[in-house]
């Protein structure tokens, strides 16, 4: 039973604590998930639908939040706060809600929007389920509705983003009945179960609605498709790539780019960490997942994987902000004179820590399998003295073919010219692979992409952090050399209403199109700061 409890007002602050809000007044959804999904999401829909139209004819503006996990501004202040930390529900499908000619039924559920990921994971990976996703984002914490509707990509080489697993969503409107989005490639369910529930929409704006940004209403339930469980070894690695790797992986030949380690097969997951100031011909940093073959659940699985760039930042930049004051070389530090902050925050120098951290937790472990939920983080992020100390992140796509070419300009830009450099040693860059996304706002929009991360010191850094700047410089000058790109929509570092529009072209009226149809006089109840910026809300 689906129940909506009210709370008081006050401060919200964003996973990443790089926004901060007042909201005026909080409600707190909560699932319990009872047997019979049919009479649950009726139940269900009618409650939101009730709640949305009460909010509606007093005029004020929802934001529904997850675990906050993205960085994009969600609302306004003093709007109606919706928290789903607790809606969490996870149903199996009846036998007679499947049209004709479904096969592997058991792979299918349906799932709340506020479910965690880690609780969706942990479902599925049960004895005698054995099931997985077949991609998630690098952490766990995040909500389904959050890591669909941002387009968030796990980097599974065949894979896209995770709303790969979607086949069809539930929204609920505030006006008449819920409304039912299926999957034309994907039908799955019949429309008279469907109608127990919800109103059978059109399937052609499926596309449009699934990267919601939060502007197609509140997604309440999704129906996803999983697979059978699967398993990975584990390298991580640091090596001076070969001189052809960028022509290996720009024709995807995987396989040959990592080398011997695979032992022949195509990786299953690929991500590399370039320091940005030491130019090419120096290590990386790989991480490799190496397919597993097993013919029955292994009885050998391997530990949870937890140490990632993000953790790695966090807790290394603040012990380097401790050692700071040990340092003395600073004139040998090649940003200008003047820019005493950059200058000190070079010392810390992110970095080394990093590649000394990475070094530090090498392995090579492709013969201990790992599933999906093992070798995806659960964020822990660092304190320092019971203060938080958190990360930048940015993220762009571009097409794999110009990654040579991306990757010289971001690293010429980090180095700078005449031995001065622009940009403080606050991030690194990290690279991950990923197919095209069916979804009309998908960032990965290229047939094959390459996602380049910004990760480093946070902008509420003590000491301030030139990684916010840097990602927009980067932005600024794939422009000028012409190279299309695309911005996570998760992340930081997103730009306005024209830059938009020169990214996704008529995808950005296919969106607003399907979003007045689904919410009409109510598209105003479901605003945020970050749609009006990207275009993509009232006019």
Request: proline share 4%; with cysteine.
């Amino acid at each position: 039973m689906t129940q909506i409890e009210k709370k008081f007002g006050g401060p919200w602050i964003n996973e990443h604590r790089s926004i901060a809000k007042i909201h005026r007044r909080k409600y707190e959804l909560q699932e319990d998930a009872g047997d019979d999904v049919a009479h649950e999401l009726a139940g269900r829909g009618r409650i939101l639908r009730e709640f949305i139209r009460s909010e509606a004819d007093r005029d004020r503006e929802l934001c529904i939040t997850g675990s906050g996990w993205s960085q994009s501004d969600l609302y306004y202040n003093f709007s109606t706060l919706v928290t789903t930390d607790n809606d969490h529900g996870i149903w199996e499908i009846p036998d007679e809600a499947f049209r004709e000619g479904v096969e592997g039924r058991h792979r299918y559920a349906m799932v709340t929007g506020g479910t965690k990921i880690y609780q969706l994971m942990d479902w599925l990976g049960r004895s005698g389920r054995d099931l997985s996703l077949r991609t998630a984002g690098s952490h766990k914490g995040q909500s389904l509705a959050g890591i669909v509707g941002t387009g968030s990509h796990g980097s599974t080489l065949k894979e896209t983003g995770c709303e790969t697993h979607i086949r069809g969503m539930v929204l609920s409107r505030g006006k008449n009945r819920d409304v039912w989005l299926g999957s034309p490639d994907h039908p799955v369910l019949r429309d008279d179960w469907i109608e127990e529930f919800a109103s059978v929409g059109d399937s052609a704006m499926f596309a449009d609605a699934l990267v919601h940004l939060g502007g197609m209403g509140f997604v309440s339930a999704y129906l996803i498709e999983a697979v059978d469980e699967f398993y990975c070894g584990l390298v991580k690695r640091a090596r001076v790539l070969p001189d052809n790797w960028f022509e290996l992986v720009e024709q995807g030949r995987f396989a040959e780019a990592v080398g011997d380690i695979t032992d022949g097969r195509d990786p299953h997951y690929y991500e590399l960490t370039f320091d940005p100031f030491d130019g090419f011909g120096h290590e990386v940093c790989e991480t490799i997942w190496t397919d597993y073959a097993a013919a029955t659940k292994p009885d050998n699985l391997g530990g949870q994987v937890n140490r990632t760039t993000l953790e790695a930042i966090s807790e290394k930049g603040a012990k380097g902000l401790i050692g700071v004051t040990k340092h003395e070389d600073i004139d040998a530090n090649p940003l200008p004179a003047e820019d005493i902050e950059g200058r000190i925050r070079d010392l810390i120098d992110v970095p080394r820590q990093i590649f000394d951290d990475f070094k530090d937790n090498a392995c090579d472990e492709r013969d201990t399998p790992r599933t999906l939920a093992q070798l995806t983080a659960e964020w822990q992020p660092h304190r320092l003295m019971n203060i938080r100390v958190d990360v930048y992140n940015a993220a762009l796509a571009v097409p794999r073919e110009r990654l040579g070419e991306v990757m010289k300009i971001a690293m010429d830009m980090a180095e700078g010219e005449g031995n001065i450099r622009q940009f403080s040693k606050d991030f690194v860059y990290t690279v991950r692979f990923a197919k095209k996304s069916p979804a009309t706002m998908g960032f990965l929009k290229f047939e094959d992409n390459a996602i380049i991360n910004i990760d480093g010191l946070p902008k509420n850094f003590i000491l301030g952090t030139d990684a916010p700047m840097a990602a927009e410089h980067l932005q600024h000058l794939l422009k000028k050399a012409d190279i299309p790109f695309t911005m996570h929509w998760g992340k930081d570092a997103q730009l306005g209403a024209k830059a938009i529009r020169e990214q996704y072209g008529l995808a950005v009226d296919r969106y607003r199109a399907t979003r007045e149809a689904l919410l009409e006089e109510n598209a105003e109840v479901f605003v945020s700061p970050a749609l009006e910026q990207w275009g993509l809300g009232e006019d």
